[in-house]
């Protein structure tokens, strides 16, 4: 079974930047040819893609987010991560990472979800 663990601050304060981290166990983060995202749901909202990264490193990012969006990978720890920049209010979310069957396919694998509310 599959793991995914997000971790990171529950609190970030507006303009700073947000930064998660997500643990994978058992599965390597470079095993063709899966997709690894980043998916967030704010309050009495849907689920929003926010981007991925590759089984071979490469990232793609939701358009209405890409200026403010980075995704890295630390392949030694199987992690990967997510950093959003000049956060507001609006980012106050629950954040998942979740494993795509392909780079873009159906999520088979969630995490839990992390909330991470924005507030000074």
């Known amino acids: 079974q599959v793991q995914l663990q997000e971790s990171g601050p529950g609190l970030v304060k507006p303009s700073q930047t947000l930064s998660l981290t997500c643990t994978v166990s058992r599965c390597s983060i470079t095993t063709n040819y899966y997709g690894w995202s980043w998916i967030r749901q704010p309050p009495g909202k849907g689920l929003e893609w926010m981007g991925v990264i590759a089984y071979d490193g490469s990232t793609y990012y939701s358009p209405s987010l890409k200026s403010r969006t980075s995704i890295s990978r630390d392949t030694s720890k199987n992690q990967f991560s997510l950093q959003l920049s000049s956060v507001t209010p609006e980012d106050t979310a629950v954040y998942y990472c979740?494993?795509?069957?392909?780079?873009?396919?159906?999520?088979?694998?969630w995490g839990q979800g992390t909330q991470v509310t924005v507030s000074s």
């Open positions: 979740a494993r795509g069957v392909t780079v873009v396919g159906a999520k088979d694998y």
